[in-house]
Structure formats: C-alpha cells, structure tokens
C-alpha cells in the first residue's frame, strides 16, 4: 500500500483502517468543551467521549475512530522550533467496554507497518512499570524485548484530561530517527524518552480508573481502550522530515507570511522561527474563533488574545506587512475546510477579529512605548527617537516610578523594576519582550528575577479566583445504579411515576417530610430538564398522601433528570408513586420563545451575514435573550428588518418539524449545532422552512411558527468583543408591553393636551423651552456663584502657599455637583498657577472639588486622597480635577476651615 504523504491521506488512511476494524467514524468536537468545566480547551481525542468511559452514558457504538481538533496551551512559548504546536489533529481509535489490549497493540502495529510502511526495526515500545500484561502483549506480537522499555507515572500513565475522569496505565510507540548502526541498548541513558533521537508517534492508553477531583482512582464499570497519534508530527516522520513546518500542513502558511528584509540583526534561522510562529499561530488561532473563542482578558479568550499578539510582536522582529495573520486564516480555510467547514462558513468573521486584534493591540504598543519612554525621562535617560508623550502615559509612568521603593531609587535608575515592568504588561497589555528590547537600545537593564515574581503571585492569584473551577462530584447520582429518566414532556405534561431517589444535603434519603426542600429523581418525567438555553419546567407532584411543588428540573448526572422539589403537605418515600403536571401556562410561553430563538438566529444570518452564530441564549418564560458573534452593533434599520424578517415568518404559520436523524448526517445537511451543547450520536433536529432555519435541538417547540404571537426586539448590545446580546419579547409578553407603552403615551397625551398626531410636534416644542430655561438657570446660578465667591467670610475663603503652590479654598452654595465644578473651574481660572479647592453641601452630604492648573506638580487626586481620609468619604479623578464625598455634612466647616494645617502636615 502506498504510503501518505499528505495531511489528507494520512487522516483518510487512520479512519479508513479502523472502520475496517468496525469502528463508527465520528466528527470532532469543538475546542470548546461540551459541558466540562474541569477543561478549558480540547486536548485530547477522548475528551469528547468522557461520559462513555466512566459509563454515564451509552455510546453510539462500542468501537469509535475520530480526527480530534486539539489545543495545548503548554506549547505556546516552545512554537517555532521543530515539533511543538499550539493546535493539532489527533488520531483515535476508542473501545468502550469491547476490545481492550491485545486488539489494540495488534491493529496499532499493524497499521504502523502495513498501513504506513514503518520499518518495524526503527519502532520502540515503552510501557507501565508492573503491566507486565502488555509487555507479553509485544513479545507475542513478534517484538523483541530489547525493544520494551518500561516507565513510570510521568510517562506511561495518562489522564485524566482535566481535573477528574477517566485514566489509565499506556504503552506508547516511540520511532527511531538515528542511523540504524548507532543502535545502543547497554547504554542505560538510551531508548525512547530519554534520547532525542526518539519521537513518540502513537499512543495506547487502557483506560480502567476514574480518578476524582480528590485524586482517588476507582475501577471503571468496564475496560475501554483511548488511543492517540498526532497527525501533524506523524506526516513529519512519513515524509523524512524533522519538523512538521516542512510538511504540506505548513508550506503554504510560510509562504503566504509577507515581510521586508529585516533591519535587526537576525539571521535566516531566526527570521524561519518567527515565520513559524506567525504561521502556527495564525492557523490555531483561525480554529479557536471559528469554534466559539472571542478574544478577552480572562479564560480561553486570553488564550486566544495571547497567540495573536505573540505572532504580532514576532512579526514586528522581520518587519511583517500587516495585516498579519487575516492571510493564515485564508490559507487555512483553504486548505481544511472541507474537513472543517466552520472555517470557511466563518471565514469573513475570522479574519474581521483578527484584524481587529492587531488593531487595538497596535494602540496599545503606541502607548506602553509612551509610558516607557517616560519612565526613562524621570531617570534622566535620553531617548533617541522622537515619540510625542500623551498627558495619560506621563501620568501612568509617574504612578509606577512614585511606587517603586525609596531604597532601591539609586540602582533603579539604570534598571527597570520588576513592578513597572509587569504593570506595563498586565495593566497596559504592554509585552515584556517589547519592554526588553526597547531597554536594551536605551541602554537599561530589566529586573527579569523580580518581574518573574510578580508575575508568579498574580498567577497565584488568579488560580484562586479562575473561572475554572474544579467540577463538583457527581458522585452521589452516579452511585445510585438507576436507569436514565425517561423523558415524555414532548407527547403530554402529565403522567405517573415511580420514585427512584430523594436526596437532600448531599445524602440519599428514604422518606422525606412536610415543608422540607429536596432533589427528586423518579423513572419518567414531562418536566423539561434545562439545557441548551431553556430553562426547567415547574409544576406540581402529588398523591394521596403528599403535595410537592416542583421548583426547577435539572440534569445532574447523565440522563438523569432532577426535580427541584418542595413537599408541601403530607410524607413521600422511595417506591412512592407520583402524578406530575407541568405548569402548562409557563410551558407555553416558554415553548413560544424558545422557536422565536430559531428564527432571530436564522434572520439575523440571512441580514447580517452567515457568519453569525449563536454563542449562547436563554428561553425563558417572560422573555428570550439571543447571544450571536458579531463585531458592530446593529443599526436601527437592521434590527428593523430582522424583526420584520421573524413576524413575516410568523404570520406565515409555518410548521414547525421535527425529526431525529445522527449528528454527523444532520450537520452534513446543513443543520447549526452550538458552542458548548454537548450531542449525542442519535439527534434531534428542528427544521422551519429548512433550509432557512434547520438547527439541532432537544427543546420544546411550537407545531406552527403563528402560535409565537407577535415578536418586538427590545434592546441590542455588547457583551464582550465580538458577542452581541438581543433582548426580545412574543406573545402575551409582546402584547402586555404594547398595553403598557399605550397607557402611557396616553396619560401623556392627556397631560400635555395632544393627540397621536401632533404628541411629537408638542414634545419637542416642550423640550426646547425646558433647555432654553435651563440654560437661564445655570447662567443665574453661575453669576449667583461668582458673587458668592467674591463675597465669603473669611472662615469660608481661604488662600495659602504650600511647597511653592498657591492654594484657593471656597465653600460655596450650589443646588448640584454640575455646579460646584462649575464653580471649581471659576476659581481655577482666577488663578494663574495653582490649586483651586471648593465645596458645598449637595443632597445632606458634604462634597468636595479639587482642580490644578497645568503647571502645578501637586496632583489633584493626591489631594483628594488626603481629603477623603479627614472626612471618612470616597474620591478619586485624574492630575487635573478630582472629587471627594463624604456622608455627614457636619464635617465640611472644618475640613474646610483646617485645610491648610491638613495640606501643610502632608507636604511639608
């Protein structure tokens, strides 16, 4: 058989053996994992099959082979020498309880030797400590034991992949790439892992533990085989490269990295690294926004924001033509997105978030330069270039250079501190690389030791308050042996049932009392579990002894449905049984909102552009909320149009159909499936006038689009980079709103003698005759306030001279704080240097307004930190103006009156 020698041949080539072998071919998941808070990307082929190794659900088929989308954030600083990758493809074949060791070392050799011509004398075999199981596996097989090497924890066993889950012992095949006469096995320090020689290419792990958040390893309820081989690395070893970057998966992105030559010193190695690196990058971070990731300050979104200004500040090192990485992106939605169609259906998205990026991250390099360039004017340290310095990076390099400690201001004049350097690079985005080689020109060294430091205690930091937080144990539902719920709330919202489980603080119950709250697990249920957006059904559960109130459903475990209960009259024990009834009312509207959700998706896709997708919602019974990927608010007109879009269809009565087909038939038809749901091989899909609307979705729908009533967006706005938010209202909820928005416009009509046609006219004529009035009394109040400045009690009037800065304090009587700035910019401009200080009594509480003219070196916001102490309030503001309030206003007089002493004690 001929050997691959192309991306394409090699994954064909994986999947098409193993489906030989009866394996189910299915399609990656996202990088963004599907209901596992323990992972913040996808990093291994199993990862998506989790729920099939620990038995929580029942696999499509016992056999599973898959081409896995993986990310590693290890790798990030290591991309650009021969192996290392950000994104790559793994090769898997998994069993579930079916095939286990022998059958996986025998296909895995087979398909290494016979499939992709290895040669067998250049294939090393490592192992677990005591699996001597697997080492007989091998000798059986025909491989000699000098070719067995056996390891411990840190190599050959693997998982879980995240915080919990399945693991197990491995044996991994390492390949040979030193010349076959160097063969050296006397030498303790040779074989794989320990030489370089050696590149694990394929490896088998036999998943028989669950390991909990506790780190406890339980047996699986069966053996499963979980097996992984990169496929950019192994295409490197098929075609006798030693990097990946020579491969097909790479030429093209090189080539397309545009760039000048270089006025660094660097030579063509560095400039091959930095194209590597743009092009990794490029190419990872292509995958992360089409699946979902935005970029952000927090979680994936900073994973994703890191891999762009990492390629960005490599690119600036050869002088790299932007847009930088918009080009990698083109070049991999052409060469994958038959494999992976979301890069080219979010193609224009993609590269609009790139460019963006590089952007905003183009603004933030202007100002950390600014701001270092600052910091080096108040060390004396002459710059040669010319950069102008806003009066913001002044400030901000006076702030860093103030808390650096007094002792160490001699050595820090020719070192930037450790602080500054971090402040600049996680206040300011501003990259210690950049900080680095900006230094070295100057002539300044970096305190590396300390910033590492700083770096490491914010990292502590942020691990105490990470989003991702270890997943509670599930392991009170999982040890209860109980079948999946049975759900009937599609057909009917009544029925009976048995009681399963009571469960209440953590603890399984037999018998549970009045007024007491509890989980509820019973063999069939209509109440609608949340998920994907919907939220749970309530209702009522009741038989001749006992009233319930159920509260909220959830799933918990599996397919195990929780009933958030409250028994209200009576007893209940397990092997009870139940008549339940969904609140049909609230299930209606929900039903109603949650189509609604179906067609703002599909109107907005039709209007806006196809490269929106929905990135999160939520059904609710009063109302709808729609998140989609977006980078611009909508307009009024379009959001016009989208609600025109969405009422035509409704008006139209459309059906609205249902229909259960496999995941990976109905996304080859075209059907939308979302960021983070979690889909089973057997789906659900709802189609209104397919193909306009054809989504995958286990939620409760209309039968015909009509029912929804009438549909009015209510707001649209941002949520983030990239995401946009709609709020929207149907049916009843529409109508009550409208009987509202009557009410009123005709209570106003009333008030202001108008009617529909003219209320307009009038309100505008009103509204210019209130602003001419209120600019007659802001003029009175500010000639009322000049008089009151220039006619005060000594006690309320004060001038001195602090440090060369001539001080003006006022107290002053304003009806608002508009007009004490007002009356603040007054006294500042009655000064020709100096600071001007007033205050006054505003809704019971003592306020007060401190304003510096441009010369002065005391700032504004150090006063009023000062002040704010004195008088037990708040404040804050910039250099020039700044504010202090307080509560009780008994306080301002003598603020006021001993201001002089307060300033003089504090800048003597």
């Given at each position: 058989m001929k050997t691959p020698k192309t991306a394409d041949d090699l994954r064909d080539s994986f999947l098409k053996y193993f489906e030989t072998k009866n394996h189910l071919i299915l399609p990656s998941s996202s990088l963004i994992p599907s209901g596992d808070p323990s992972l913040l990307l996808t990093n291994s082929g199993m990862a998506q099959f989790k729920s099939y190794f620990s038995g929580e659900k029942d696999p499509p088929n016992k056999r599973i082979t898959t081409a896995q989308k993986c990310f590693r954030t290890t790798d990030i600083e290591e991309v650009g020498d021969d192996t290392h990758l950000t994104f790559f493809e793994m090769l898997g074949n998994f069993s579930f309880g079916d095939y286990f060791k022998n059958e996986a070392c025998a296909w895995a050799l087979e398909y290494m030797t016979e499939i992709l011509n290895f040669d067998i004398n250049r294939l090393f075999f490592t192992i677990y400590n005591d699996d001597d199981e697997a080492k007989q596996i091998w000798l059986d097989l025909g491989i000699s034991e000098k070719y067995i090497y056996k390891f411990g924890d840190e190599d050959n066993w693997w998982g879980p992949a995240g915080d919990e889950g399945p693991c197990g012992p491995c044996s991994e095949i390492h390949y040979y790439q030193g010349d076959l006469n160097n063969l050296d096995f006397n030498n303790p320090n040779w074989g794989p892992n320990l030489h370089e020689d050696f590149i694990e290419l394929y490896n088998l792990v036999f998943t028989q533990f669950y390991r909990d958040i506790n780190s406890k390893d339980t047996p699986l309820p069966f053996n499963n085989i979980d097996t992984g081989m990169g496929l950019e690395r192994t295409l490197a070893v098929l075609t006798n490269n030693k990097t990946v970057y020579k491969t097909d998966v790479f030429s093209e992105h090189l080539s397309n990295v545009k760039y000048k030559i270089p006025s660094k010193n660097l030579s063509t190695k560095d400039i091959e690294i930095v194209k590597r690196i743009i092009a990794e990058h490029g190419r990872s971070a292509s995958f992360l926004i089409a699946d979902g990731v935005i970029p952000e300050n927090t979680g994936r979104g900073y994973v994703l924001r890191r891999l762009i200004r990492r390629a960005i500040i490599n690119g600036i090192k050869i002088d790299a033509s932007f847009p930088i990485l918009s080009p990698i992106a083109n070049i991999s939605s052409k060469k994958l997105s038959h494999i992976y169609p979301e890069l080219d259906e979010k193609l224009d998205f993609i590269k609009s978030i790139l460019d963006t990026e590089e952007e905003k991250f183009s603004k933030t390099l202007n100002f950390g330069t600014q701001v270092l360039y600052s910091l080096f004017k108040l060390r004396n340290i002459k710059v040669k270039e010319s950069i102008e310095m806003s009066i913001d990076a002044k400030d901000v390099a006076k702030e860093l250079y103030k808390n650096i400690d007094n002792v160490n201001k001699k050595d820090i004049q020719k070192t930037i501190s450790g602080l500054e350097a971090f402040r600049l690079y996680d206040t300011y985005g501003f990259p210690i690389e950049i900080t680095e080689e900006i230094c070295t020109k100057s002539g300044l060294d970096i305190d590396r030791k300390s910033f590492i430091e700083v770096m490491n205690q914010q990292k502590n930091k942020s691990k105490q308050s990470s989003v991702f937080i270890k997943a509670n144990s599930m392991k009170i539902f999982s040890e209860l042996n109980i079948k999946p719920t049975e759900f009937v709330g599609y057909e009917k919202l009544k029925t009976s049932s048995k009681v399963l489980s009571i469960i209440q603080n953590e603890k399984n119950l037999q018998f549970i009392k009045t007024k007491e709250e509890f989980d509820l697990i019973i063999d069939k249920t209509p109440f609608y579990a949340e998920k994907g957006g919907q939220i749970g059904d309530?209702?009522?559960?009741?038989?001749?002894?006992?009233?319930?109130?159920?509260?909220?459903?959830?799933?918990?475990?599996?397919?195990?449905?929780?009933?958030?209960?409250?028994?209200?009259?009576?007893?209940?024990?397990?092997?009870?049984?139940?008549?339940?009834?969904?609140?049909?009312?609230?299930?209606?509207?929900?039903?109603?909102?949650?189509?609604?959700?179906?067609?703002?998706?599909?109107?907005?896709?039709?209007?806006?552009?196809?490269?929106?997708?929905?990135?999160?919602?939520?059904?609710?019974?009063?109302?709808?909320?729609?998140?989609?990927?977006?980078?611009?608010?909508?307009?009024?007109?379009?959001?016009?149009?989208?609600?025109?879009?969405?009422?035509?269809?409704?008006?139209?009565?459309?059906?609205?159909?249902?229909?259960?087909?496999?995941?990976?038939?109905?996304?080859?038809?075209?059907?939308?499936?979302?960021?983070?749901?979690?889909?089973?091989?057997?789906?659900?899909?709802?189609?209104?006038?397919?193909?306009?609307?054809?989504?995958?979705?286990?939620?409760?729908?209309?039968?015909?689009?009509?029912?929804?009533?009438?549909?009015?967006?209510?707001?649209?706005?941002?949520?983030?980079?990239?995401?946009?938010?709609?709020?929207?209202?149907?049916?009843?909820?529409?109508?009550?709103?409208?009987?509202n928005n009557l009410y009123n416009l005709n209570e106003i009509m009333i008030k202001m003698n108008a009617s529909e046609e003219n209320i307009i006219e009038k309100f505008n004529l009103q509204n210019e005759i209130l602003k001419k009035q209120q600019k007659k009394i802001e003029k009175l109040q500010e000639e009322l306030t000049e008089l009151s400045l220039g006619n005060k009690r000594k006690s309320d009037n004060q001038e001195f001279i602090i440090s060369d800065t001539k001080f003006s304090i006022s107290k002053v009587k304003v009806p608002n704080i508009g007009a004490l700035r007002k009356a603040g910019d007054t006294l500042r401009n009655n000064l020709s240097e100096g600071v001007a200080i007033v205050g006054s009594i505003i809704d019971n509480k003592p306020i007060i307004v401190i304003m510096t003219t441009v010369n002065v070196k005391i700032a504004a916001n150090d006063i009023a930190s000062i002040i704010s102490k004195e008088i037990h309030g708040g404040g804050g503001g910039n250099k020039f103006t700044a504010q202090v309030g307080g509560k009780d206003p008994s306080k301002l007089d003598s603020i006021i009156s001993n201001l002089n002493k307060i300033l003089s004690e504090h800048y003597k």
């Open positions: 309530s209702g009522i559960a009741e038989n001749d002894n006992c009233k319930i109130e159920i509260i909220d459903t959830i799933t918990a475990y599996g397919e195990i449905y929780i009933h958030k209960a409250k028994i209200t009259e009576g007893s209940l024990s397990v092997g009870n049984n139940l008549n339940l009834t969904v609140d049909g009312n609230r299930r209606e509207r929900i039903r109603r909102n949650h189509t609604a959700t179906h067609l703002i998706h599909a109107a907005l896709r039709e209007i806006v552009g196809i490269h929106v997708r929905q990135s999160g919602s939520l059904v609710h019974p009063n109302y709808l909320r729609f998140d989609f990927t977006n980078m611009q608010a909508l307009d009024n007109k379009t959001l016009q149009s989208v609600e025109d879009r969405v009422n035509d269809v409704i008006r139209n009565n459309l059906p609205v159909e249902v229909s259960y087909t496999t995941y990976d038939k109905a996304i080859k038809d075209g059907a939308l499936a979302f960021f983070g749901e979690k889909y089973d091989h057997e789906v659900r899909t709802i189609k209104i006038d397919k193909p306009w609307s054809y989504e995958l979705c286990g939620g409760t729908h209309m039968s015909h689009t009509g029912g929804i009533g009438l549909f009015k967006i209510i707001s649209e706005n941002g949520i983030g980079s990239g995401n946009r938010r709609i709020l929207a209202l149907t049916g009843i909820g529409t109508e009550t709103m409208v009987r």
